[in-house]
């Protein structure tokens, strides 16, 4: 996360938040997690199980199951995490087994204060702590082995599960120590701390693509999704939404035309304290499709609220009203004296930049199934949010959040979707109105237009350089709906450089770049327009999906207005000078690593071709990965673009699992390419028009180019990989369209109307 942000930080590592008392259980709300198939079993282990943390417990047959704290959506950090496991324990993959943690506050991160899944923190956040957990079972087996052995521990070597003696041959099995009892050294955090881990020339597990452990039940079907929970006696729910994405209540529900519907139970109208939903209903009954008919048949009126009448243009002129006023925001950068330095500059030149709301639309339909037994809530559901969406629950239920027990289930899909709980809801609701569990899914038509969705942004960015080109001050202004203040969390805000109050840094980021800019102003500004009318989530990219398509845009703008080729004027103010050094020196290392990939500058290109640059110190300055993109793009005298290829080179310090990497940055620059070119949602009438995947059109296979990957690896911190490479693409895109064709663009996305005006102006 941002450095600004409190109490939150990848840097510092409390080992005693993990509970690394090995050799003894820890305790917590149990609440009968035993038995939920695929989850329950890591959960209860049986009393023989040797458990070297919370984390991963080894049974007497010697398997080693780790128990992933992360929500898995396809990006396999489950296994991610067993192989950082399984490096410093010494064990063999093949005895690897992976599970999902639930809300049971044993696995309560007190860094964070939350179980999340996102800004690419995963591997980051978790490398240090999941390396001491194994070696520090390492060391347990080690010396239990020594006892049983007669050898002294120092002499023992540790190898596919296997503890070794080479004077005597001897030798034991894990499965051997575990089922003699002979591990039973424990840690202090200190202790933990102390431990000397493996340099990254001893790696003998990370750095190797080994087989993901969750592929096997992925593709045999036995990986237990939200969709595939079945409870005996449960009923469904569809729910019927309003025409206005938020504000509005329900006047009155007829029906009349649900009770002819066969296995129809009941129409449940939503009371939802947490102000999660508003205006909806959900149809009960005894399967879904039969749900579906009731819902379809239910005859509801509405008032449609405050928001009833706005749209995209209602919330894009409110975001440049409010830009204009001299004290709305906060800043988030304030360096130098930008004011002096412009009214200075020999040139200023002065640019807007806009984004469209987008969808996050992940192919597993929203789904949540809620089953009350007595006192206590049961939520079955793939989330990426447990802490906060176990309090959502909760709330609608309105109960303690402490009698809310959340089973995670593997995700079909997330991209910060299943960041929110609003699937819980009717779930919860509906389940506590009829009496039995009830399992809700959305349409597709509903998750598209109730989606907390990325918001519509406005940008303007003015920039001064001095007679020889020098960019010698830079003004940004960012306005837009503010996500994480919607969640309520005090601590995932920051404080603003002027004092005046928190602010959203996820609206933000990627705006304090690595660039050497001496006076250099950010300022983020809350269009509460958009922040009641369309509320806003994380999508994959966050802030930086826009920040960086204005300020790597610009930086074109100026290189070209100082007649200086892109490339080499970013590389230019990469200089590492101050706040910026280590940083900048890793970014223009990876620029260096894409242009030479793609050829950037060695080549004639034909008419109507060109290449564009971009460099991203993507998710947050704190935890940024180093990324750059070479966009090749073809652009017809119609304005229709047409991109070629993407080269996208990353520093990713450590890389755990090379083709997982490969995987994610690829699947990352598709995103942004789509994103760029192709994804785009509207407000009409308070509404959200795009319904389906024929009105929203993300990248279609024909439309794929073709991507390279580089990997820059050096043995620094591991670093986040999901996430940055959408960040780079767009601006690249839009630098390559103007080498191609002079053709300046700053909205997206970018269409073949906005190249062509843009080529005749």
């Known amino acids: 996360m941002n450095k600004h942000v409190k109490n939150v930080t990848p840097e510092t590592t409390d080992l005693s938040r993990r509970s690394f008392l090995v050799g003894t259980a820890a305790t917590g709300l149990v609440l009968g997690y035993a038995g939920v198939p695929g989850i329950g079993e890591a959960l209860a282990a049986a009393p023989a199980n040797f458990e070297p943390s919370v984390w991963y417990a080894i049974s007497p047959d010697g398997l080693v199951t780790v128990t992933c704290g992360k929500a898995d959506m396809g990006q396999h950090i489950a296994s991610t995490m067993a192989q950082i496991v399984c490096e410093e324990l010494g064990a063999k993959w093949s005895d690897m087994r992976v599970n999902l943690a639930s809300n049971d506050p044993k696995f309560n991160d007190p860094v964070l204060g939350a179980q999340i899944t996102g800004g690419s923190w995963s591997t980051m956040m978790n490398f240090d702590a999941m390396s001491r957990a194994g070696a520090a079972g390492r060391m347990a087996l080690t010396e239990g082995a020594a006892a049983s052995m007669g050898v002294p521990a120092s002499e023992l070597v540790v190898r596919d599960s296997v503890i070794s003696h080479a004077k005597s041959k001897k030798h034991m099995s894990f499965a051997d120590v575990v089922k003699g009892g002979k591990a039973t050294k424990t840690f202090t955090p200190d202790e933990l701390k102390a431990i000397k881990l493996k340099t990254p020339d001893q790696y003998t597990m990370i750095g190797v693509s080994v087989p993901q452990v969750d592929i096997p039940s992925k593709t045999n079907g036995t990986a237990k999704y939200g969709m595939d929970v079945m409870i005996p006696g449960m009923a469904y729910g569809a729910v019927v939404t309003p025409p206005v994405r938020y504000g509005a209540t329900v006047k009155s529900v007829d029906d009349s035309d649900a009770k002819k519907v066969p296995g129809f139970i009941k129409a449940v109208t939503l009371d939802d304290k947490t102000q999660t939903t508003t205006g909806w209903v ?423 180019p073709e991507v390279a990957v580089a990997v820059i690896a050096n043995g620094e911190k591991a670093t986040g990989v999901g996430e940055p490479a959408v960040t780079v693409v767009a601006p690249a895109i839009g630098n390559a369209i103007f080498n191609a064709s002079g053709a300046r663009v700053r909205a997206l996305p970018i269409t073949a109307e906005a190249v062509k005006g843009a080529m005749k102006a």
């Open 282 to 704: 959900v149809a009960v009954a005894n399967t879904y499709a039969n749900a579906k008919k009731a819902a379809a048949a239910l005859k509801v009126s509405y008032d449609g609220g405050p928001n009833a009448k706005l749209s995209s243009q209602s919330l894009l002129d409110e975001a440049k009203r409010l830009q204009k006023l001299d004290d709305s925001g906060q800043f988030f950068v304030k360096d130098g004296d930008v004011g002096a330095a412009l009214g200075s500059a020999a040139k200023v030149l002065e640019a807007e930049y806009t984004t469209s709301i987008n969808i996050h639309a992940p192919m597993e339909p929203m789904n949540a199934t809620a089953e009350f037994k007595g006192d206590i809530l049961h939520i079955y559901s793939g989330n990426q949010f447990a802490t906060r969406s176990g309090a959502i629950a909760a709330g609608a239920a309105g109960i303690d959040p402490k009698f809310v027990v959340m089973h995670q289930m593997w995700l079909g899909g997330g991209f910060g979707r299943r960041l929110d709980a609003d699937m819980m809801v009717p779930a919860v609701q509906a389940a506590k109105a009829v009496g039995k569990p009830v399992k809700v899914i959305y349409t597709r038509e509903n998750d598209m237009t109730m989606d907390f969705s990325r918001p519509l942004t406005y940008q303007k960015v003015k920039a001064g350089m001095d007679g020889d080109g020098k960019l010698v001050a830079l003004s940004h202004d960012v306005v837009s709906a503010w996500p994480t203040q919607r969640w309520g969390i005090p601590d995932f805000l920051s404080p603003s450089v002027d004092k005046k109050g928190p602010l959203d840094a996820f609206t933000v980021n990627g705006s304090d770049f690595f660039y050497t800019v001496p006076n250099h102003n950010v300022r983020a500004i809350k269009n509460e327009m958009a922040h009641n009318a369309t509320p806003s989530g994380q999508l994959r990219s966050v802030a930086p999906g826009w920040t960086f398509w204005a300020v790597e845009s610009m930086i074109d703008e100026i290189a070209a207005a100082a007649g200086k080729d892109p490339a080499q004027y970013r590389i230019s103010l990469l200089d590492g000078a101050g706040k910026n050094d280590g940083g900048a020196q890793r970014l223009r290392n990876t620029l260096l690593a894409a242009m030479g990939l793609a050829g950037y500058g060695t080549k004639k290109l034909p008419k109507g071709e060109g290449m564009g640059v971009a460099c991203v110190s993507s998710q947050e300055r704190a935890t940024a990965s180093w990324t750059a993109c070479v966009a090749h793009v073809a652009v017809a005298p119609s304005g229709e673009v047409t991109v070629k290829k993407l080269t996208v080179a990353t520093d990713v310090g450590t890389q755990v699992h090379p083709d997982n990497i490969r995987a994610q940055v690829e699947g990352a620059a598709l995103w942004g390419l789509s994103l760029a070119l192709y994804e785009k949602a509207t407000l009409k009438d308070g509404g959200i028009e795009q319904t389906n995947f024929d009105s929203y059109t993300p990248l279609r296979m024909s439309q794929m």
